[in-house]
Each structure stands twice: as C-alpha cells, then as structure tokens.
C-alpha cells in the first residue's frame, strides 16, 4: 500500500464550478496534512495545510480531514483558469520530518 | 515564508559528469531537504540535508551517487555524479517553515542528461 494514494485522473471542470480532489494515507498516525499547487513547469506551492479532523477554509479552498476514515481532501469553490494545475497531497510522517508525496491530481478549469 | 533560491535552474550535461546544484535561503532554517521530480511524476525525497553532519538519505538513494553538503543554516548542495539519461529530472530543494512540518520549496533545477 502506497503512504499517499490520490487516485483520480484528470479532473475536468467548468470555470465557477467545485473542484473535489481526494487523498488516502496509510500511516494512522500521520499528523500533518498537506495540499500543495504545482502549475507546469514550477516548483510546489503549499496553499493549504490542516492538522485537525473537520473543515479548514482559506478563501475559495477548503480542507477536510477525517483521520478515523484517513483521507484528506480539497475543495475548490468558484473554479477560475487560474486553478488549472496539479494538485499533490502530503502527510508528514510519524516521528520524522520527511513529508510523503501523492501522485497528483491534474485539475483543468473550463472558462 | 523564507525566499529560496537555487543555481543552476537548468542545465544540460553529458553522461559520465557530475552536476552540482546549489540551495540558498535568505534566513536560517533548520531543515533542508532535497527532492527529485521525474518526467510526469511526484516528489521523491533523495535526503534530507543535516547541518553539520551527514546527510540521512532515503531508501534507493546513496551519498556516492547524490553527495550532499549543508555547511550552515542557510545553504546547501546537491551533486549528482556519473550521470546517466535516467538522471533527467528536476531536482527541488524544500525548508521547513513556522508551520508544523510545512515545506516551502526552492524553484528547481532541471536536469537533462545526453
């Protein structure tokens, strides 16, 4: 079992609209949780971070962490060009700093 | 967050050379790490850079290949040695930040061996 599975293909949806993206770990005992913003050809960017179970909203982006089901995901409200990107998902890993990497999701927004 | 820099932001190399990659930060962190990005592919951590000591790499990583240096707290190096074509990568240092655990990530070196 992959540390950090985000599993969807490509997410194709219309500007306005609300992106979903998903992300499954398998250590119980991850901490931190991150998503982070890569458009192509740049580095990472951390937009979001959470650490608590529930919902953690930073303008049009939200959070929300179950750790009983261990799945974090990301919502992106009032979907813009601009979000077109690959979204990675990151867990800190229990007792260390490494952080663990998700495959990435490719969100693409249709003006 | 810290401003991160590195040098060279691509280069092309031959087979058999060594390419070193250089990470600045503009305030002292205290961890740096360093990270590989194949073609179409997540992150993948080579080591983590330990001021004063030996680097502690990752399973499937070894100094002799990816010699690292972290002489203070505001920089570090990565040499890749003996470079083959499946060396081609971007490869990315990351600080920690304020936040617990966050990284905040350099703007990547783009590797393309022939």
């Known amino acids: 079992q992959k540390e950090v599975e985000q599993n969807s293909g490509p997410l194709s949806v219309p500007e306005g609209a609300i992106a979903s993206l998903n992300c499954t770990y398998s250590d119980r005992g991850s901490q931190s949780f991150f998503w982070y913003r890569q458009y192509s050809g740049k580095s990472p960017e951390l937009i979001m971070s959470?650490?608590?179970?529930g919902d953690k909203e930073d303008g049009r982006f939200t959070a929300q962490l179950n750790k009983a089901s261990q799945y974090v995901s990301l919502l992106i409200r009032d979907s813009q060009p601009s979000d077109s990107a690959t979204y990675l998902c990151a867990v800190n890993q229990r007792g260390n700093n490494r952080l663990a990497f998700g495959k990435g999701n490719q969100v693409v927004v249709i003006p | 967050s810290a401003v991160i820099s590195q040098k060279p932001s691509r280069d092309i190399c031959q087979r058999g050379t060594s390419l070193t990659i250089q990470c600045q930060v503009d305030s002292q962190v205290t961890m740096m790490f360093w990270y590989r990005q194949q073609p179409g592919q997540s992150l993948t951590l080579i080591a983590t850079?330990?001021?004063?000591?030996?680097?502690?790499?990752e399973s499937g990583f070894v100094i002799d290949k990816f010699p690292i240096s972290r002489p203070n707290l505001t920089f570090s190096t990565l040499t890749v040695s003996n470079l083959s074509p499946e060396d081609s990568s971007i490869y990315l240092c990351?600080?920690?930040?304020?936040?617990?655990?966050?990284?905040?990530f350099g703007p990547g070196t783009r590797l393309t061996v022939t």
């Open positions: 990351s600080v920690t930040g304020t936040g617990d655990y966050e990284q905040y």
């Open positions: 959470i650490y608590s179970n």
């Open positions: 850079a330990n001021q004063g000591s030996e680097a502690t790499y």
